[in-house]
């Protein structure tokens, strides 16, 4: 029979020495004081330099923009829930901020135009609604003769949503499911 003693922690073997180092708290003098869970934003990044190519800066210029535009900067609990995702999903979300903030941005290409303020016509009256739907029109007939289809476009969106406020988008009269 064998005699069998028992092993101590101290007698465990231990694994070998690696030369990685540990990773580094963030500090004020960092350039990007962005905390990370191990390499998963690099990962992210990786995924979408292969996505996007050469437009992976700007494109992250539009996620970022649209981010803070939102105030996701300044909520730490969501912070700590983005770094706990994978580097798949955490692409994917910064896939969908870039394309909220290029349709956001009121100069295209330019992220720091990006503006979500409220609706500024909340509870305005016909009148008001009226002034601004022809003050559009005017924008969007401009927009096109200048070439800029894109702005046209945007003006068209709120032109939209200013009409439904003024006019309502519910069924037309009959009922049969059709809308304007």
Known sequence: MTDQT???VADAPTAPATTEAAPTEVTPTDPDPTPTT???LDAARAIL???WGGDVDVNLEFADAAAAAAGVFDNP???AAFDALDADTQAAAAEMFARIGRQSATEAGDPSTIDFTPDPLAGADA????SRYDQLTDEIHAAHVRGEGWVAQRLDDERRAVSAKLHGDGPIVGASGRRM
């Open 38 to 40: 191990g390499n998963t």
């Open 127 to 130: 009148q008001t609604l009226q």
């Open 49 to 51: 330099a292969q996505r």
């Open 77 to 79: 609990a969501l912070l």
């Open 6 to 8: 028992e092993m101590t």
